[in-house]
C-alpha cells in the first residue's frame, strides 16, 4: 500500500473539519457553527511521518437533509469506499445524541465493517470521567469493540497524541503489488509506445512513465519504439510493409540471443502487435493491463473473467466504459470511438447501449445494476483503494467487469488474450 486514505466522518458541527486542521497543522478545512459549513469532500494529500504518505478526506455531515443532503451523503460514502482508516467524530455537545437511536453513527459503522475498514471513534471534547461516552457506545453497538481518545480537537498540542493513537492501534498492513513480475537483469523490456493525437507535448503517459522507472530502478534495460499506427494500418501494402520492416529490424537487433523478454504495448496497438509478435518467443501484455493488474492488487483474474460476459451481451443490454481521468478525446479515443465501433461491428449498430463515466465520479449502486459490463481503463489516474472501492462496488451489484487492454487483445483472438496475461501466470 503506497498510500493510507483516511476518511473523517460523523453528524453536522460534529468536529470533521477541525480534526482535519489538527491533522494538517494548518486551517485547511474552514471551521464555523454553521449546519452544513462543509459542502463536498475535501481531499488533502501530506506526508505523517508517523504513518508516511496519506490522503485524508473531510466530509459533510451525514445527517443533513433536504436533496442537497442527500447527495452530500452520496459524494460522503464514496469517500468511506476509498478509506483504509475511517475516523468517526462524535461530539458530546450535540443534541441529537439525546433523541435518536444513533442512526448516523451506525450507518457509518455498519458501512465500514461491511467494506473491511479500520474504525476509530475520536470523541471530541469529551471529559476523561464523562460518563456519556460508555452510554453511547452501548447504544450504537453494545458488541463493538470501540477504540477511543478524549482531546480537544481544537488544540493542535493534541496532534502527536492523535498520531500515537492511530499508530498504536491501527494494524493495516503494507499490501505491496510489484507492478510487473520478475524481469531478468540481463534482458530487454520493449516499450512499444505509439503517440498519438492524445498522447501530451513533453512527457509519457503515467502508465509509461511508471513502467519505465520501475525497471530502469530494478537495473533491467528498456527500449522505447514509437510504432506508426497509421502506416501500420495503412490500406497501402507499401506503407504496411515499409513499418513493418522498420519494427522487425529494431526486435532482431535486440533480440540477437534472445535479449528481449518482454514487450508492452499501448492496448491500441493489439491489432498490430498480435500479428507482428506471432512468431517471436518473448512474452507481450499492455500498459493498461499492467496497470489494472497494479492497482487491483493483483486482482487481473477478475478482469480477465469479465470476458465472459462480454460473449453473451445481447442486444438491448447496456455497457459502461468507465475512465478514471478527465480529458478532451480526440481522434481515435479507445473509450468513446474504437471500443464502441468495434462492438457495433460485432453486434450491430447501436444495439448494444453504451454510456460513459469518466473522472473520479463512479455510477451508483442502483445505476450499476442496469449494466451487464463495465469495461474499465487501467486506471492510472486512480489509487490501488478507488480500484478496490470500484470493484467492491461492482461485485455487490452483481455486474461483470473488465479492462480495455484485456478486451482489445480478445479481439484479436483467444490466443493473444493467453498471450498478455501469461506473464501474470493467468490462461483462459
Known sequence: MKRINIGLFGRVNSGKSTLMNLLTQHETSIVDSTPGTTADVKTIVMEIHELGPVKIFDTAGLDEQGVLGDKKKEKTFNALKRSDIVLLVINENNEAYSTDEFSTEK???????KRGKELFIIYNK????????????AKIDPNHKFISTELELAKKSNYIHLIDFIKKNSKLQQIKTPLLPNMDRDKIVFLNIPIDEESPEGRFLRP??????YLVRRFVPTFAYRMDLGKARSIKSEEVAEEKKRFDEYISHLNRDDKVQLLIT????????AKWTKDYNFMVTTFSIVMINFLSRGNLEMFVNGIRAFEDLKPGDKVMIAEGCNHDRKGEDIGTVQIPRKMDKLFGKDQIQVDHYFGRVFAGEENLKEYKLVIHCGGCMLDQQAIAARIEDLIESGVSFTNYGVLLSYFEGKDALNKVIEPFGLKI
Not at 509509461?208 to 522507472?213: A, D, G, L, R, V
Open 126 to 137: 469529551f471529559s476523561d470521567v464523562n460518563p456519556v461516552k460508555n452510554i453511547i457506545s
Open 107 to 113: 450507518e457509518i459503522i455498519s458501512m465500514a465493517k
Open 208 to 213: 509509461q512513465m511508471m513502467i519505465e522507472e
Open 266 to 273: 499501448d492496448s491500441q496497438g493489439m491489432d498490430i502487435i
